[in-house]
């Protein structure tokens, strides 16, 4: 019998394997999509350009690092390189002024928001089903930065680290615990929690720290400085791959189940800290876990995630006791779906979404 369940259960997980690599697929942009999201970014740095000639405008987020879904928003970054220019939020709303004068886009500037940014979206057309959702911000390299490690965790193993971050942000938009202004967690937090328990969690690892890699040349205080934090990383992909290989041979099936298991059961959420630069941290080594400021601090930290750059920045700061209830609750709900192994892994897959 013990060799019989073993057999039932390495069936499953083949089959739930199979099935996650083909529900992703279905669920990435079209060919079309990313035409026509690359012509509007180069529309909008057109006119830009009018206003801030020396300006770029960049992708970043799910559009520029490989995690990126069907009809998802498009987050833009325009960057200027001259010395003289104006402040952000003048910026914004002589964009948002011109933007309306110029375009269909329907357009919201937030001037005074704690990240001026102007908000775009376009009505849904034959062409285009699902319309447009673009946010554009000014300045903000550190946001390219993460994008472009994030990008970089993506490209070491695909087949497990897409399809798995892929399926994580359809289950938790299913699911509806991916809103910070209600109190869960974002798309750029959960991913955080993918590379952390691949890096950290996992052993053997299925991804190296790309943070701690040593350089392959001596690199300057000064290249690797970004707004006074350290943004240095190992991103050259292809060489990595001729230096170093995963002796994790699981599936990505197995990976999710874990995934689920770790964080509804292990994850120390009350005194610990997921940091994909450092590994486990302490809230209290961080002072993450104060009580001075009248509770406030403690109710910010309920989960925290360390940004990969901006140490002192709790990713999951918005995420409430609610929200992580909330959160936790459908963590172990996934996990017992999958520990009772339905008879076919493509009710089990639409459960978990239901
Ligand atoms: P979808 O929009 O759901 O497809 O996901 P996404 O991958 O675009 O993630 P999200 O919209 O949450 O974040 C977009 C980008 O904004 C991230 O890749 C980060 O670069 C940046 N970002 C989002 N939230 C934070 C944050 O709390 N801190 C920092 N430093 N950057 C953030
Ligand atoms: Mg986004």
Redesign the pocket.
Known sequence: APSQRHTSKQRFLAEFSQCLYEFVIQLLPTREELIVKEDVRKLLERLIRTIEPESRLLS????A?G???RN??M?LCCLIDSEERLSASDLVTMLGDLLERETKFHVKPLPHARIPIVKLSLDPSPGLPYGIACDIGFENR??LE??RL?MCYALIDPPRVRTMVLFL?VWCKRRKI?SPYKGTL????Y?LLVIFFLVHVKNPPVLPNLQQMPPMRPISQEETTLHGHNIWFFDDIELLRGRWQSSNTESVAELLVDFFRFYARDFQYNTGVASIRAGLLKKDSKGWASESDRGTARERNRLCIE?P??VD?N?SRCVTRDGLYTIRGELMRASRILASRPERAIVALAQLCE
């Open positions: 970043f987020g799910s559009t690092n995690f990126s879904l998802s928003d987050d550190l946001a993460n994008t994030l942000k991916n974002s798309s750029y937090g991913v940004d750059f901006e920045f990713v």
